[in-house]
């Protein structure tokens, strides 16, 4: 009996694959994108009044305000929702190239808002990290009876988990704005992009949530 039992201990001391190391836990991920209803607190959230920001982008015939990057998730945990300003899409005046006064758009379509869940599976299906985070903007907007414009969107943070001795950083970032349909009506475009990371003292790996909206009030998110 003696002797059985020092053999199944060396053989879990000395077989490297006896149990799953970090890298396994993480090695061919799968992501799944679940659009979640929002609790009541959620919309309480979204609903606190922030300011327009700077000029982040500015094309031929439209500005984006707002602040290009900030940071929504340090260690695991979300960063205050109001530390930063929301992303508006307005047009420029013909004439001064300005952009027109954000309190002249008009429209009275109801904010779009949006609750989604990004969860990473290995590939025994096991869940290894999570990102929830609300997505917020008003569509709609014209000027002076032309265009759908996009104010007033942000990322807001929720929360976030990852497996045991793990942590999670993430960032929000304005990759590009734009308009597209007609010139008589057109309709503006943004992209933002969630740069995530989960990381342990032994290593690393980084992914990116990118999300397209629209003036229509369109939300498309992919990775």
Request: glycine letters at 6%.
């Amino acid at each position: 009996m003696t002797k059985l039992i020092l053999s199944v201990l060396s053989f879990l001391i000395f077989t490297p694959t006896a149990f799953p190391s970090s890298h396994d836990l993480t090695s061919n991920l799968k992501t799944e994108f679940i659009e979640a209803p929002l609790s009541v607190d959620e919309h309480f959230l979204i609903d606190q009044t922030m300011g327009y920001g700077e000029i982040i982008v500015a094309a031929e015939k439209i500005v984006a305000l707002g602040e290009s990057l900030y940071t929504l998730f340090q260690k695991g945990r979300p960063t205050s929702q109001t530390r930063y300003s929301p992303i508006s899409v307005i047009p420029r005046d013909t004439v001064t190239k300005q952009p027109v006064d954000i309190f002249e758009l008009e429209g009275d379509a109801d904010p779009v808002r949006k609750k989604y869940i990004v969860v990473k599976r290995n590939k025994l299906g096991n869940e290894v990290g999570r990102l929830e985070f609300l997505i917020h903007f008003t569509p709609k907007r014209s000027y002076y009876g032309s265009g759908q414009y996009i104010t007033n969107a942000a990322i807001i943070p929720l929360k976030a988990n990852t497996i045991f001795g793990w942590d999670l950083d993430a960032t929000m970032q304005v990759t590009g704005v734009g308009i597209k349909g007609k010139k008589t009506n057109p309709i503006a475009t943004a992209t933002l992009a969630i740069n995530y990371k989960v990381y342990s003292v032994a290593t690393n790996w980084n992914e990116t949530v990118v999300i397209d909206i629209e003036g229509t009030g369109k939300v498309l998110v992919t990775e």
